[in-house]
T-cell receptor, first 110, second 115 residues
Framework: ELKVEQNPLFLSMQEGKNYTIYCNYS?????LYWYRQDPGKSLESLFV?????AVKQEGRLMASLDTKARLSTLHITAAVHDLSATYFCAVAGTASKLTFGTGTRLQVTL | GAGVSQTPSNKVTEKGKYVELRCDPISGHTALYWYRQSLGQGPEFLIY????????DSGLPNDRFFAVRPEGSVSTLKIQRTERGDSAVYLC?????????????FGPGTRLTVT
């Protein structure tokens, strides 16, 4: 059974700081997704990572995938308040169904 | 263009009642997924349709849950004899196809509350 773990579960960081969210998964997959969820809202797609070594960047967020280590990271550079949200990684297993991590709730403070 | 839409946005029902939740995917998307998200948790997979057929229903928790997609577009998730433990946000997602190369776009969800 595919298991996906994220850490930390909660992250409080000051504006301007850098931090990394980690996503580990238990079985082989080369398809990993990052989503953002604001309170009471649905999921917004951030990144689709489809191969070992894939790196994608959008604004202050950068995601990478290491399929050998079964690890993805979401790096936040110079955080701003607007990035406050819950971030989920999700790994595609059989039939493309996604298994989600528990989420990392990010709070960026002034 | 229009995204994934779900109706109703909120549904309150009494224990034991029957409910139907509707999902309208992005036009042209052949793959459709249902997930359930409990408070403070990540979404959990329920069922995946490729076209009209359920390609994977391994996430349905029991036989009270059933979903259809008769014309390969709109899907309905049906829950019989609802229980308080069914309370959650039910999310629908669609993608261009089910091969996993295309991202899944999520709808706004239906918040189901069973009293």
């Amino acid at each position: 059974e595919l298991k996906v773990e994220q850490n930390p579960l909660f992250l409080s960081m000051q504006e301007g700081k850098n931090y990394t969210i980690y996503c580990n998964y238990s079985t082989t997959s080369d398809r990993l997704y990052w989503y953002r969820q604001d309170p009471g809202k649905s999921l917004e797609s951030l990144f689709v990572l489809l191969s070992n070594g894939a790196v994608k960047q959008e604004g202050r967020l950068m995601a990478s995938l290491d399929t050998k280590a079964r690890l993805s990271t979401l790096h936040i550079t110079a955080a701003v308040h607007d990035l406050s949200a819950t971030y989920f990684c999700a790994v595609a297993g059989t039939a493309s169904k996604l298994t989600f991590g528990t989420g990392t709730r990010l709070q960026v403070t002034l | 263009g229009a995204g994934v839409s779900q109706t109703p946005s909120n549904k309150v029902t009494e224990k034991g009642k029957y409910v139907e939740l509707r999902c309208d995917p992005i036009s042209g998307h052949t793959a459709l997924y249902w997930y359930r998200q409990s408070l403070g948790q990540g979404p959990e997979f329920l069922i995946y349709f490729q076209g009209t057929g359920a390609a994977d229903d391994s996430g349905l928790p029991n036989d009270r849950f059933f979903a259809v997609r008769p014309e390969g577009s709109v899907s309905t998730l049906k829950i019989q004899r609802t229980e308080r433990g069914d309370s959650a946000v039910y999310l629908c997602a669609s993608s261009l196809d089910g091969g996993g190369l295309y991202e899944q776009y999520f709808g706004p969800g239906t918040r189901l509350t069973v009293t």
